[in-house]
């Protein structure tokens, strides 16, 4: 499934990682990397190397934080524009997965992901 997301995000220049970091950094404004890593449940050394990817796109900036032991990311210019650019793409895999999958395989998949 993270393929075809993948594929579908390609024509912004990022992947589905990328994109809902991206979209938890747009959301969240400011946010430290250990509030990001939280956020997304993932190790915060992961996302962590993960941020360092957007930052060398340029999709990502960190600046010092309330806490100067840790950072406040935000999104460039240029990652509010490749994420505007990214969201309906993002809309058209999810679409495509709900077609596929139909209304009762939807729902049993957004029941297993609740359960996890």
Request: net charge neutral; proline share 4%; no cysteine.
């Amino acid at each position: 499934m993270t393929a075809l997301y993948d594929e579908m995000l390609a024509p912004a220049g990022v992947n589905l990682a990328q994109y809902s970091l991206m979209r938890n950094i747009a959301t969240r404004g400011p946010v430290s990397l250990t509030e990001l890593a939280a956020r997304v449940e993932l190790d915060r050394s992961t996302v962590g190397r993960n941020v360092k990817v957007l930052e060398k796109m340029g999709l990502v900036s960190a600046a010092p934080g309330a806490d100067q032991r840790e950072q406040a990311l935000s999104l460039t210019e240029r990652g509010a524009s490749t994420l505007k650019q990214a969201t309906p793409l993002w809309q058209a895999a999810q679409d495509r997965v709900e077609a596929l999958l139909g209304p009762d395989g939807t729902e049993r998949l957004e029941a297993l992901l609740r359960a996890l």
